[in-house]
């Protein structure tokens, strides 16, 4: 049974840029969270999304947006980069109601130059 | 909103050594407090938690103690060994089912030494 699986697993871009992230929940999950882990830190909540819809978000701008998909797959949004979004991003699927559930999927590496 | 720390930073321990890591919060509502391992190149990995209505949890050689009072709960590893090696976080939350978002420490470097 595949885990959490996310896109690219690596990425370099250009200050200014915008950036895609994707994540596919593991079989059977219906939410997915998304996390920034700056180096040497510990993940920050980004958003959570749940029915195709934002459900929750942390204390990050409006450069950061995100989609669900009817397959409850994920996307991650990233415009106008700065040098300080370069970081491992995390996404994190669970079961509505299972919170506790949440498996954790291995990141997408970006940095900005 | 929540702030958790996370104490040491970094720790040497010989194996077969039992290695302490402790956490505090600030949010006395947080009532769910799981502790990750992440391994290089991997993603966090639960590898237990405990409920802010339990003092303590145990789980073969890992257990968890919970002070609500105190706002702090600490991970306990006994006889450790060299794949126990790994980045280790604390977590807090508050709310329930998925509304379960959480406020991670920065961290504790383990280094289990043959």
């Known amino acids: 049974d595949a885990g959490v699986t996310q896109s690219p697993t690596h990425l370099i871009k250009t200050r200014g840029q915008q950036v895609t992230l994707r994540c596919s929940p593991k079989s059977g999950h219906d939410t997915v969270s998304w996390y920034q882990q700056a180096l040497g830190q510990g993940p920050q909540f980004i958003f959570q999304?749940?029915?195709?819809?934002?459900?929750q978000r942390g204390n990050f701008p409006d450069r950061f947006s995100g989609h669900q998909f009817p397959n409850y797959s994920s996307e991650l949004n990233v415009n106008a980069l700065l040098l300080g979004d370069s970081a491992l991003y995390l996404c994190?699927?669970?079961?509505?109601?299972?919170?506790?559930?949440?498996?954790f999927g291995s990141g997408t590496r970006l940095t900005v130059v | 909103g929540e702030n958790v720390e996370q104490h040491p930073s970094t720790l040497s321990v010989q194996e077969g050594d039992s290695a302490v890591i402790k956490c505090t919060y600030s949010d006395s509502a947080s009532n769910y407090f799981p502790w990750y391992k992440q391994e290089l190149g991997k993603g966090p990995q639960l590898i237990i938690d405990i409920r802010s209505n339990v003092g303590e949890k145990k789980d073969q050689r890992i257990a968890v103690t919970l002070n609500k009072t105190a706002k702090h709960f600490s991970l306990h590893i006994t006889e450790t060994q060299p794949e126990d090696s790994a980045v280790y976080f604390c977590a807090a939350s508050t709310g329930g089912g998925s509304a379960r978002q959480l406020t991670f420490g920065s961290g504790t470097q383990l280094t289990v030494l043959p």
């Open positions: 994190a699927s669970s079961l509505v109601g299972d919170g506790a559930g949440r498996v």
């Open positions: 999304y749940y029915e195709e819809e934002e459900r």
